[in-house]
């Protein structure tokens, strides 16, 4: 057998060493990623069509007209009220902007300080969210309408060398009196909702 031969018969037997190694490793490497954290996590379930409700950490402008006294931006508190000149604490979470202007409305007239107000309630700033784990910078940032999982990352300066990227955690809910949170899995095209908490999971490989 002449070198040149011996070289050739020596290289395909390694190649068909590595290839049996690949095969032999591959459902291995399956079975890991198939165990990756957050892997087996259920999809969350889809935000349910409705009118916004406020939670504690929203911001609302309240509009009194003809009232300037009576307009201002007031932030809902973590026992779900805001405190109104002249109305005292009002109970704002799990209303409609709509349904607390008409609550303030009716506490000014029983009240009899105005006889026929009109308040309009907007939302000033959205209950912030939060980006938790493999991020550069976790942390609570703004929220904003439209905003999803990949924005999220954005503000929070992007994923580490550690993250899973494909999808991530999410907690929404519970900021609600006798609202359930609920837990589910995202992707990075996946609209958050006021107040979620999105963890980015660590690669195990």
């Keep these: 057998m002449t070198n040149e031969t011996s070289d050739r018969t ?58 300037p006294q009576l307009t201002n931006t007031f932030t809902v508190g973590e026992d779900g009220n805001i405190a109104v000149p002249l109305v005292g604490s009002i109970k704002a979470a799990g209303l409609t902007p709509a349904a607390l202007g008409a609550t303030i409305a009716s506490s000014l007239t029983s009240s009899r300080l105005i006889s026929q107000p009109s308040v309009s309630v907007q939302v000033a700033q959205y209950r912030p969210i939060s980006v938790l784990g493999e991020v550069v910078h976790p942390g609570q940032y703004p929220y904003e309408p439209g905003m999803t999982m990949l924005d999220a990352v954005s503000l929070a300066g992007g994923f580490t060398y550690r993250a899973v990227t494909g999808y991530a955690a999410d907690w929404r809910g519970g900021g609600q009196p006798g609202e359930q949170a609920v837990q589910g899995k995202i992707e990075p095209d996946t609209t958050l909702e006021p107040g979620d908490v999105v963890t980015i999971y660590e690669r195990y490989f």
């Design 10 to 67: 020596g290289f395909l037997w390694a190649g068909r060493r590595r290839f049996r190694l690949m095969a032999l490793a591959a459902p291995v490497v399956l079975a890991l990623a198939g165990c990756a954290a957050g892997a087996d996590l259920a999809d969350l379930p889809p935000a349910a069509d409705e009118a916004y409700h406020l939670g504690p950490g929203d911001q609302v402008r309240i509009i009194t007209y003809d009232e």
